[in-house]
């Protein structure tokens, strides 16, 4: 089904200056100077990171998972290094009522097997009970593992909505790096494409020529009804569930204490 908020015209409110290739490449080029800037200052941040010190976590404390309750030290499948995905849960909300923003998260590292092949085991952690979880993920069509960290504590459970890195030294187990606010953006190629497109993400806080379209509240199109129309009315849900099979449109997001 179609997602887009709009169909294609040729009447735009505004578009970027029309010049011949030499023009486009001579500016293209000096943008080009920057962006590598860009790349070389986060290859030192990634460097940075790689050098933080780390805080022993307990590898033995339980999780539950499809086949039941496992130690953590087990996400890691025998490798050496684990990433997870700390998923926020809206208790007892049907599947379009849960979070939008770890919805995208989940959706866009929902293969795994280029980390696999660098040795890094990959996982999503949630807060909610087994029982509901594993409803969810099976209607989504998640093919990664899922776990259930109700009533652990931080950093394996608490606060959810970040992605974290954690290490294995033989019985021992470590918290290396957590995300914070944007971080998240860094697995969600969806921003990272509409970056490069003319128009961006179409959101308030950019930075845009006079005459572009008008810009939304952040992540405005995170949400559609059944006809394909974004937003956050109340027969809404996260896009990626209208590409599975039973979605059907819905009165409310059925959150808990949630104003949507």
Aim: with cysteine.
């Amino acid at each position: 089904m179609a997602t887009s908020p709009d169909s294609a015209t040729s009447d735009l409110p505004d578009k970027p200056a029309v010049v011949d290739m030499a023009t486009w490449q001579a500016v293209r080029d000096e943008l080009l100077v920057r962006e590598k800037a860009h790349t070389h200052e986060g290859d030192a941040i990634a460097a940075a990171r790689r050098r933080l010190p780390m805080v022993e976590v307990d590898g033995s404390v339980q999780v539950t998972g499809a086949e039941g309750p496992v130690p953590f030290i087990d996400l890691f499948q025998g490798r050496n290094e684990l990433v997870v995905y700390q998923h926020m849960w809206y208790d007892g909300a049907p599947f379009q009522g849960q979070c939008e923003g770890c919805t995208t998260t989940a959706w866009h590292v929902n293969d795994a097997v280029y980390l696999n092949a660098r040795g890094v085991s990959y996982a999503v952690l949630t807060s909610g009970p087994w029982d509901e979880v594993v409803r969810y993920v099976e209607f989504m069509g998640y093919t990664q593992p899922w776990y259930s960290v109700r009533g652990v504590e931080p950093p394996i459970g608490g606060e959810m909505g970040h992605i974290a890195s954690f290490l294995r030294d033989g019985d021992r187990v470590f918290l290396t790096y957590s995300t914070t606010g944007r971080g998240n953006e860094r697995v969600n190629w969806t921003m990272g494409l509409l970056d490069m497109t003319p128009y961006g993400r179409r959101e308030t806080w950019e930075d845009n020529p006079e005459g572009w379209p008008t810009g939304r509240h952040a992540f405005w199109y995170w949400c559609a009804d059944v006809d394909g129309v974004v937003g956050w009315g109340p027969t809404s849900r996260p896009v990626p569930q209208w590409t599975r099979p039973g979605a059907t449109p819905v009165e409310s997001l059925g959150r808990k204490g949630d104003a949507h």
